[in-house]
């Protein structure tokens, strides 16, 4: 096979193939590291929550939500992990759960409870309406990938 002139562009297409799978290496390398960081301060965070539940001795619901948090956050890095698809429903839950574990305590701290409250119950209302969408959108409008996948991963 003949070279090749050595052009500009050839020798750019030439530095392209010989850096692109070193970029790849490298990027998939920190994808993976920041997955297993990620999940090592979900569980130490767990572990130090549940800790804390056991010298108060006793769980409140603010704890067992706190714990359905983190339970969400580790699932989602394991969907992740799996499947390389950011599974966004996840997301949301976990912004139902903090949004309901924040209203409780503004409901249990406050003589009378204000505005603050319809917000914080707006809020929830709006995420759970989100989850009705994505739901919704990754059903009726799957994404490439998923086309032929019945596991109906939310992108």
């Given at each position: 096979m003949p070279s090749e002139p050595l052009t500009r562009a050839n020798a750019t297409r030439r530095l392209r193939r010989a850096v692109d799978p070193i970029g790849n290496l490298l990027s998939e390398a920190f994808h993976l590291l920041g997955l297993f960081a990620i999940g090592a301060a979900t569980v130490w965070a767990a572990a130090a929550a549940f800790v804390a539940m056991i010298a108060k001795g006793h769980a409140s619901l603010e704890d067992l939500l706190l714990l359905f948090i983190y339970l969400e956050i580790g699932s989602m890095v394991g969907i992740y992990f799996k499947t390389n698809h950011m599974p966004v429903r996840f997301l949301i839950y976990v912004g139902i759960t903090a949004l309901t574990r924040h209203l409780i305590v503004v409901v249990q701290s406050e003589a009378a409870p204000d505005v603050g409250v319809l917000i914080l119950?707006?809020?929830?209302?709006?995420?759970?309406?989100?989850?009705?969408?994505?739901?919704?959108?990754?059903?009726?409008?799957p994404s490439e990938s998923d086309k032929g996948d019945d596991a109906g991963h939310d992108a």
């Open positions: 119950a707006g809020g929830t209302l709006v995420m759970a309406l989100a989850v009705l969408v994505v739901r919704y959108a990754s059903f009726h409008y």
